[in-house]
């Protein structure tokens, strides 16, 4: 939040300083998350701060990026230093860039002084919670970074509509309608959030408020809140006052052309030493793959070279004969079982043969040749059929047969 302020005072380019801006705003934002966070169940002031300022700087910031762009679809220039005096070309994008400019300010009566005094409010409410120390310094902090956002949305405001106009400027065309209705909605929805901050409130800060855990008395307060009290118009007096003094200040003595040592920066803080590691990482990792692989293809051919070999002769020296003994030894077993199996087979035909005729011949004598048996003839006589009995006993003797001959 105060970095991206503090480097916004120095940029010379109308685009860079919206973007370190918009830098900044988003840490507004995260103060807001971390006021909410550190509350916990009475966090309710954090997150409408919150929420009230992504819906501000939507409006806000968006309109100030489209109308820098309709400056530099015209002139094709970003530079503060080539431009100037275009309010004489672009009225209303002047007239709407300067309501953006009193929103993101905090100027009473914008949509930014709503959020920026939620914002504060929760910032005083951690403190007042266990009075740390580094709390008291976020606050002025806060104020401080305030008043760094009015100096930079002043240096821009006025550097591009206001000021000599530049040698080489020609008149430029005039604003086209679609521009005009575009800007004018975004000025009036900035004027009509930061005038009725009850009910943005009440129609979309206490329902999202609704779906955290919350202490209910504190998500009530918020509909009831006043932002109009003397003590907030005094402290948002106080970053105003001191942004315009910063802005007098520098620009009286220069140093808006002062440029940041190059520690500063991004490139030195963030870039630079990402890619250092990141070439050194990719340096180490590309060593060892190497170390690895040299290790292994080009310093263990012997070993390797003497491990193939073993297993080339044991494959054709021991597999070999092991598998010839292996492969006889099966053969014999098995022409063994089959040997044993088909003798089996064959005597127990040959016996159940011998004894089918027996009864075969049995069974004609008592039914038609008793040739004098007086059994036989007896059976014959009474014409008793018993050719189901013999049968059943034939049935029985095969059965007896083959569990002897199993056995």
């Not at 988003?26 to 998350?33: F, K, S, T």
């Amino acid at each position: 939040m105060f970095m991206a302020a503090f480097i916004a005072l120095f940029q010379t380019n109308a685009k860079r300083i919206l973007a370190y801006s918009s830098i900044s705003q988003m840490g507004y934002i995260l103060m807001g998350v971390g006021c909410a966070a550190y509350l916990g169940y009475e966090g309710a002031m954090g997150l409408a701060g919150t929420a009230y300022h992504i819906m501000n700087h939507a409006f806000f910031k968006a309109g100030m990026f489209m109308m820098v762009g309709a400056v530099y679809a015209r002139t094709h220039e970003l530079e503060l230093s080539r431009l100037g005096g275009l309010y004489l070309d672009f009225p209303v994008t002047a007239l709407a860039f300067l309501v953006c400019a009193l929103g993101i300010a905090g100027v009473p009566g914008f949509n930014g002084y709503a959020s920026k005094t939620l914002l504060h409010h929760a910032i005083v409410e951690a403190y007042e919670h266990h009075h740390a120390v580094s709390l008291y310094w976020a606050e002025k902090i806060f104020t401080l970074t305030s008043a760094f956002t009015v100096c930079y949305i002043t240096k821009l405001y006025t550097s591009l509509f206001f000021g000599p106009r530049p040698f080489g400027l020609k008149r430029l065309a005039g604003e086209p309608l679609l521009e005009k209705v575009v800007f004018g909605i975004m000025a009036i929805g900035i004027i009509i959030m930061g005038l009725f901050p009850s009910a943005m409130l009440k129609r979309f800060i206490e329902p999202a408020a609704h779906g955290f855990i919350y202490d209910a008395h504190g998500v009530e307060h918020l509909l009831h809140l006043n932002i109009w009290t003397l003590h907030d118009l005094q402290g948002i007096a106080v970053a105003l006052g001191l942004g315009l003094l910063f802005f007098v200040i520098f620009s009286r003595s220069g140093a808006f052309s002062y440029r940041p040592p190059g520690w500063l920066s991004v490139e030195y803080l963030i870039y630079q030493p990402v890619t250092r590691l990141g070439g050194t990482l990719y340096t180490f990792s590309g060593r060892a793959l190497e170390t690895i692989v040299d290790g292994f293809y080009v310093k263990t051919p012997k070993p390797l070279l003497a491990i193939f070999r073993g297993i080339a002769y044991f494959d054709e020296k021991t597999l070999s004969v092991v598998g010839g003994g292996v492969a006889e030894s099966s053969t014999r077993v098995r022409d063994s079982i089959y040997d044993t199996w088909l003798g089996g087979v064959t005597a127990f035909f040959s016996r159940g043969r011998m004894f089918l005729r027996r009864i075969f011949v049995l069974m004609i004598k008592v039914d038609y040749d008793p040739k004098g048996d007086r059994t036989f003839q007896l059976f014959n006589l009474m014409n008793f059929d018993i050719d189901f009995i013999i049968f059943m006993a034939t049935l029985l003797l095969l059965l007896g047969a083959s569990i002897f001959l199993l056995k």
